[in-house]
């Protein structure tokens, strides 16, 4: 875990400087809230780790299960909205 926490840092900060310098911001103020903003997104991304949170997304879930209960359920829109409550 903690690889992955260390790449998702060494990104973050690579993208946030990335951002201050397309629009040509550079100070070392900026580069301090950078540093501050990767601690908080690498902190925000473990407390997700630990406690098994995963966002993905449920779209194939979804399509999976309209096939499987369109053979008992003839109406379309009810399929739909059923497939979507549940992912």
Same mark, same amino acid.
């Given at each position: 875990? &903690?690889?992955?926490?260390?790449?998702?840092? !060494?990104?973050? *900060? #690579? @993208?946030?400087?990335? /951002?201050?310098?397309?629009?040509?911001?550079?100070?070392?103020?900026?580069?301090?809230?950078?540093? !501050?903003?990767?601690?908080?997104?690498?902190?925000?991304?473990? *407390? @997700?780790?630990?406690?098994?949170?995963? #966002?993905? $997304? $449920?779209?194939?879930?979804?399509?999976?299960? =309209?096939?499987? #209960? &369109?053979?008992?359920?003839?109406? !379309? /829109? &009810?399929?739909? =909205?059923?497939?979507?409550?549940?992912?």
């Amino acid at each position: 875990m &903690s690889l992955s926490l260390l790449i998702i840092g !060494v990104s973050a *900060l #690579v @993208f946030l400087w990335s /951002d201050i310098k397309i629009h040509r911001k550079e100070s070392i103020s900026a580069f301090i809230v950078s540093i !501050v903003s990767t601690a908080f997104i690498v902190f925000v991304t473990a *407390l @997700f780790f630990n406690i098994n949170i995963f #966002v993905v $997304g $449920g779209g194939g879930l979804s399509r999976n299960m =309209e096939q499987k #209960v &369109s053979e008992t359920i003839h109406n !379309v /829109d &009810s399929i739909h =909205e059923i497939s979507m409550s549940i992912t």
